[in-house]
Every structure is written in structure tokens, then in C-alpha cells.
């Protein structure tokens, strides 16, 4: 018998984290060997591991997209790699790991070095810029869900309950209870792309990072305080001239490599103390900031608006290309960085359409975990008793707007589940065009539409149906068809 430890976690550390872990957990015990798998996720560190644990492991399995301090393995055989490798093929993780090289100084990792916490390494030694893109990425992501999530809902909240209709829309009244709660989410919602920036850049450059990129982050989406940022309008209005979450990742990654830079300089032994709390936050941000303010500012504003001004004319003249993207897009990969790109991009237009892309990306999220749940209802003998309960738990998730519930379908059957995802995905954000479907806020699912921030809320909630149906019809149809060749192969 072989005793294992691992660890778990993924960018928004909802879903893909624990069902990494589960699965790993089963492929073990399959085996008739132990595991203890410490999952870190969205609410914090869960089944830590000790040092005793550690100790008496005989390999280590290190399923994350996001960063993970390996020093407390060294000595350890230990297999790093993606989250989404641990849910679809855990058995073959625990394999490879018990001949996976041996963590140490100089090293090499599962054939290449571990060059940082989170990242991986070419075979020449240096780090796979690809690779730590990603994560860097992935990191800002992780960390930015929690500011869109708590801001979205207390948005809808204000406006679903305490919003009156005008002209406009709807408005929640001034020096209302509603009011105060729409001012906090609106806040707790402005932090997400100096949150983006920061995390991006700490997970390039360490702590020293953070202050550097937060702070270049929220200059970012503060063009109206700097005179340079800003634009003359008709009637002689000043407008900032802001870059969104684009501008974020951008100065995220400008910022982190800076400040790893400047850590690498050879400072004196009398400086190198106060180099990670004194000298890279000043002169950091100082460069960064400067560089943004007076040289890209302008530039990746103006792709932004570009990029902005494009969706917007689809809203009018291609809505049906468009919806198709971005329901193809949401449903893809079931929070990944596809799905991703797709969201921030709807959100993003909010402020320019008043929700109109976010309305067929809101239609979208959910689609997946929904007809997948209903598909385990309506072809229950096609389903195994295993994957009838994460319907069942898939179905919850959805309601909710967490895409990632469809995970375990699309790890046990990608052919067929994906397709199903994606058509399904596209043809309710199709019809959510049609409807004239607007989300306010940056959230999808059937939660938005009930606490008021999505209208109409007929055609919301039908496009989530028939997309869901969609999907749950057509992954029951391509299932059957395999199973008949199955049967037809046997008898042959």
C-alpha cells in the first residue's frame, strides 16, 4: 500500500478544487492505497497537511493552476500539474508521481525544474513564460471572483428589492437602506481591477508585487483624476479615459515583471532588508504608474474603446454572431480561461450597453450544470448512481450561476458533453438577444433574474430553459447513440 498527500486548488477555488480532490481520493482507494489531499480553495486552506503527513507519504500529487508554495516537499517526490488533470485522470497522477524525480535544489521536478512557487520550467532551465502567464492570470482571476460575486448580488439585491422603475430603468431612491447597500456592492464591485492587477502581479513577483500592481491597477480605472487621462467632450465635459479590466491585466503583468526585476538587483547587504517593503512599493508604483499615466494610458484606453465599440455595434447589427461567441465561449471549458474571457468581456460592457452582452453571457452561465442535471432526471438508466447525485448537485449549482457544476460530466465524457454544453450554451444566449435580455450586474443564473437585476425576466428565464433542454436532450441523444454502437460492437 502507498500513502500520498496532494494538493488541490484552482483559480476561483469553487469547484474544480474539491472535485480534483474527490477524484484523486477515489482513484486511491480504488487501489487499496491512502491519500490525504489538502484542497485550497475559496474559503481557505481545508485538510491541511501536517508535517507528519508529509513525512510518511511516498509521493506527492500537486493538481493547481494557481500558485503553491512546494518548499515544505523538498526531498519528496512530487508531480505538479493542472487542476483539471486531477479530475480527469487522478490513476494515472498517482502513477506517474511514485517515479517522478525528487524535489530538491537544482532538482528537476516530474522532468523539468520547479523554478517558483506555482510555476513550471522548460527543460534549459528557465521558466515557461507561457506557463507562468497563465497562472499569473489565473491568480488575479481567483481572486477578483469574490469582489464580483459579494458586488454583483448586493447590486441586485439594491435594486431588485428597493429599485423603483423610471424612464431609465430601474433606480433604487436616495438616502434608502437600499441605497447604502447599492453604494457597498458598487464599491466592493470597483475593487475588482485593482484586485486583478495586484494578484497578478504578487504571483510574478512575490509580496513586493502586490502595492506595485494594485495601486498601477486602480490608476487604471481612474483616468478622471489625472488631467493626461482625460478627454473633451461636447459641452466642454472631461471624461476619464479608463482601461477596464484589459488595462488590468496589462499593467498587472507590466507591474509584476518590474518588480521582480527590481528584487533581482544585486542591492547592498545594508539595503536588501528594506528592498521588499520599502524600495520596490515606492519606486515600483512610481515607475509603473508613471509609465501608464504618461505612455500606455492613452493607447490601451483607445483598444479598449475600440474593443468596447465593436461588441457595442454587434448589439445592433450582429447580435446573433455575437450571442453565438459568447454562449460558445461560456460554455466551453465551464470556468476556464476561455469562459473567462467571455465573462470579462460582458462585464466590461455593462457600463456601455447597460447590460446587454451581459445578458446573453448571464443565459448562458448556468446552461451547463442545468441540462446536465436535467439530463441525469430524464435518462436516469443512462447514468450511474454516482452521476445521478452530481446531477442532482449540479442542478443547485446552477441555479446559482456556478458553470463549474457540469465538471464531472465533461471530465467523465468530454466528446459528448461539451458539444451538448456548447450548443445549448449558444442557442440560450441566442435567445436572450432576442428577448432583449439585460443584466446589470456581473453574475449569471436564474439568482440574478430572482433578485431583480436581469429584465425581461420571462425571456431570461426562458432562454435558460431551452438552453438547458437543448443541452440536456442532445447530451441524452449522442449518449444513447454511443451506447447503441457499444451494443452493436458486442454482438458483432
Not at 21 to 34: D, F, H, I, P, W
Not at 81 to 95: C, F, K, M, W, Y
Not at 211 to 218: L, R
Not at 257 to 266: E, G, L, T
Request: aromatic share 6%.
Amino acid at each position: 500500500m502507498k500513502k500520498y498527500v496532494g494538493i488541490t486548488a484552482c483559480p476561483t477555488g469553487i469547484a474544480h478544487t474539491y472535485m480534483a480532490a474527490e477524484r484523486l481520493e477515489e482513484s486511491a482507494k480504488e487501489a487499496g492505497n491512502q491519500i490525504k489531499v489538502e484542497t485550497q480553495g475559496s474559503i481557505g486552506v481545508e485538510n491541511e497537511l501536517t508535517a507528519d503527513d508529509i513525512r510518511e507519504a511516498d509521493a506527492v500529487v500537486i493538481a493547481a493552476d494557481t500558485e503553491v508554495d512546494l518548499s515544505r516537499f523538498d526531498g519528496k517526490r512530487v508531480l505538479v500539474t493542472g487542476v483539471q488533470d486531477g479530475i480527469s485522470r487522478p490513476a494515472e497522477l498517482l502513477e506517474q508521481a511514485l517515479t517522478a524525480s525528487t524535489r530538491g535544489a537544482g532538482v528537476e521536478l516530474s522532468g523539468e525544474p520547479v523554478a517558483e512557487a506555482g510555476t513550471t520550467s522548460s527543460k534549459d532551465g528557465k521558466e515557461s513564460v507561457g506557463h507562468t502567464l497563465y497562472a499569473a492570470l489565473m491568480a488575479g482571476v481567483s481572486h477578483m471572483i469574490p469582489f464580483v460575486v459579494c458586488g454583483g448580488i448586493m447590486i441586485a439585491l439594491a435594486l431588485g428589492i428597493g429599485g423603483k422603475p423610471t424612464a431609465g430603468g430601474v433606480a433604487v431612491p436616495e438616502d434608502s437602506f437600499w441605497q447604502t447597500i447599492l453604494q457597498v456592492g458598487t464599491l466592493a464591485f470597483s475593487l475588482m481591477i485593482p484586485v486583478l492587477a495586484g494578484f497578478i502581479a504578487q504571483a510574478i513577483a512575490d509580496r513586493p508585487g502586490l502595492v506595485v500592481g494594485m495601486v498601477s491597477g486602480f490608476i487604471a480605472n481612474s483616468g478622471a483624476q489625472f488631467p493626461y487621462l482625460t478627454t473633451t467632450g461636447p459641452g466642454g465635459t472631461k471624461t476619464g479615459l479608463n482601461t477596464g479590466f484589459i488595462g488590468a491585466i496589462i499593467i498587472g503583468f507590466i507591474a509584476g515583471y518590474v518588480a521582480k526585476w527590481m528584487r533581482k538587483i544585486p542591492w547592498h547587504e545594508y539595503v536588501r532588508p528594506i528592498v521588499p517593503i520599502l524600495i520596490v512599493p515606492i519606486f515600483g508604483t512610481a515607475i509603473v504608474s508613471l509609465l501608464y499615466v504618461y505612455v500606455l494610458g492613452r493607447p490601451l484606453a483607445a483598444l479598449f474603446n475600440g474593443l468596447t465599440n465593436f461588441l457595442a455595434s454587434m448589439t445592433t447589427s450582429s447580435i446573433a454572431i455575437l450571442a453565438i461567441i459568447i454562449g460558445l465561449m461560456i460554455s466551453f471549458d465551464m470556468g476556464g480561461p476561455v469562459n473567462k474571457v467571455a465573462f470579462l468581456f460582458a462585464g466590461g460592457m455593462i457600463a456601455v450597453d447597460q447590460g446587454k452582452v451581459m445578458g446573453l453571457a448571464a443565459a448562458a452561465i448556468p446552461v451547463a450544470p442545468l441540462g446536465m442535471g436535467l439530463a441525469t432526471l430524464i435518462g436516469r438508466r443512462l447514468f450511474t448512481k454516482q452521476e445521478r447525485d452530481a446531477g442532482i448537485a449540479a442542478l443547485f449549482m446552477g441555479l446559482f450561476g456556478i458553470t463549474e457544476g457540469a465538471i464531472p460530466f465533461a471530465a467523465a465524457d468530454p466528446a459528448r458533453v461539451i458539444p451538448s454544453n456548447m450548443v445549448g450554451g449558444a442557442v440560450a444566449a441566442v435567445l436572450a438577444g432576442m428577448f432583449g435580455v439585460h443584466d446589470v450586474v456581473m453574475h449569471g443564473g436564474p439568482i440574478v433574474g430572482a433578485l431583480g437585476a436581469c429584465k425581461p425576466l420571462l425571456g431570461f428565464f426562458a432562454a435558460i430553459l431551452v438552453g438547458a433542454l437543448v443541452t440536456a436532450f442532445m447530451s441524452l441523444a449522442l449518449k444513447r447513440i454511443s451506447a447503441r454502437k457499444k451494443d452493436h460492437a458486442v454482438t458483432a
